[in-house]
């Protein structure tokens, strides 16, 4: 059993940095984009809404598979991890920049209003005054998409990727014992639970 635990967390390295440069890239992207969705132009506008739409509304392993098995039919082929990393930061900005939208646009209209008075122009309003609020606002919805991002890894195994589900099937297959199945479930309860403890803080400290 020690064996097979060590074997399993193996693939946690890829796990978590499939996680960690996922979150990186993924935030600012998202905040960018709803930048563009609550902007004056129509064209931008609508254009973020068709990506948004495409990528919210199809399964994330339909994307990875398109990036990885799909793209090399038109010549662009990828690494495993490369294209799993820009399929997740693809779609994980598309539900990001969602939920900051949603934030920028509870904003009270009031704020905008200041910032008026005080001469600031468009960006200064957004990057001195609205994200700011935004930024906490979202923290509850941006915590249940960092919960899921650490289960949606397990999605690379069906591309080949040694991350712990994988591994954890190798072992059952070989050894016709589901213990693995239990010992990886119980690796993403205690990388979920370390999760939402540390976003918990996040969120008690920005609201005190």
Do not use: H
């Amino acid at each position: 059993m020690e064996n097979n635990l060590i074997y399993i967390l193996k693939g946690l390295n890829l796990t978590l940095k499939l996680y960690f440069f996922t979150l990186i890239f993924a935030l600012p992207f998202g905040i960018l984009l709803s930048l563009g969705r609550v902007s004056k132009s129509k064209i931008l506008n609508n254009s973020i809404q068709i990506y948004t739409w495409i990528f919210r509304g199809t399964p994330l392993l339909l994307q990875l598979f398109f990036v990885y098995y799909g793209l090399p039919v038109v010549g662009v082929t990828l690494e495993p991890f490369t294209a799993a990393l820009l399929t997740f930061i693809i779609n994980y900005s598309a539900y990001t920049c969602e939920i900051f939208r949603g934030s920028i646009l509870g904003i009270d209209k009031g704020q905008y209003e200041a910032t008026k008075v005080l001469g600031y122009n468009y960006w200064q309003t957004m990057f001195k005054v609205i994200l700011p609020q935004s930024l906490v606002t979202a923290i509850p919805a941006l915590s249940n998409e960092a919960i899921s991002l650490v289960k949606d890894t397990s999605l690379i195994s069906a591309i080949g990727m040694a991350e712990i589900l994988r591994n954890s099937k190798e072992i059952v297959t070989r050894e016709f014992s589901i213990t693995p199945f239990i010992l990886c479930a119980g690796i993403y309860l205690i990388l979920s639970t370390v999760i939402i403890f540390i976003l918990k803080n996040i969120e008690k400290k920005v609201n005190v």
